[in-house]
């Protein structure tokens, strides 16, 4: 389906509506990923989350990466405990939880938590109990992962709703992500692909890249890419990671917070994907990891 067809869908009710006795929402699982490392994954999940929040929509970011992901670095925030304290029966979901003064919550995890899950694990029923008795509390779950092939990358992104493709123009970066939706649309051709060029001169490059690579899977692989908007080399990005401070409320004028305010705008219009509502983001993961064993 094109953007186009689907701008006209109805907004989803704001959750200040909602009844949830009558009817539990889930939150939609984002995944943002790349083919390549520093491309701005963790900068662009800690924006785009604040910025939804500050649309009213209640988002919980996952750090999937942790020792890497410097989401704390850009919070100026860092997390006590990890996912590793809950299966280990020393903290609760809402213990290891944080609540950053921006509006978002975060769930802090490290990759080498998530990459000791495999499908049978007690661990990935620890975690799917635990996050059944919070997940109602939000409307988007936003997965930071690392970045290329991993196992862990790859069922984290599989077991999203959509998946945010962070690309730059490095040509490393573009062959890396080619990679990727390759593997992804391959393992399961029905998850929406959502590409952002990032730190192009211009948003026209952005707009040029998405329709070339856009041009060669669907030749190659057969698959559409949707384009999420771009963000442009600004120098606000970099100045907010110095100061430990997002940039989307650190320079809320700057020319990559317009440019993430039509991202958000964007991924809000996007329908929600309401094929695999009754599961959860771990047992999702366990059902993911059991198709890669066994593939
Ligand atoms: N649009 C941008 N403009 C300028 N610099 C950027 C931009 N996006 C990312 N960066 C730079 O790239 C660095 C890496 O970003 P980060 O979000 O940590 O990448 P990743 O999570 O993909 O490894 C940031 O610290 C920032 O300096
Ligand atoms: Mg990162």
Redesign the pocket.
Known sequence: MVISQVQNLEARPKYKQRQPAVQQYLPEIITIT?GK???????LAVNLGILLSQRKQRVLLMDADLQLG?LDVILGASPRYTLADLVEGRKTIDEIIMHHPSGIDILPATSGDLDLLDADSRMLKVLANSFASIQSLYDYLIVDTG?GLSPTVLTMSLGADKVIL?VTPEPASVSDVYAMIKVISQKSPELPLILVP??HSSLEDGVELHKKLNLITQKFLKTTIYYGGS????NA??QA?IRQRPFVTEFPRSQ?ANNLQLVCHRLLKFPRQDINRRSNIFDRLKEKRKVMETA
């Open positions: 790349s490392g520093g491309v701005g994954k963790t900068n410097k970045a962070l990032n730190r963000i442009v080399e600004d990005v970099r990671v990559a």
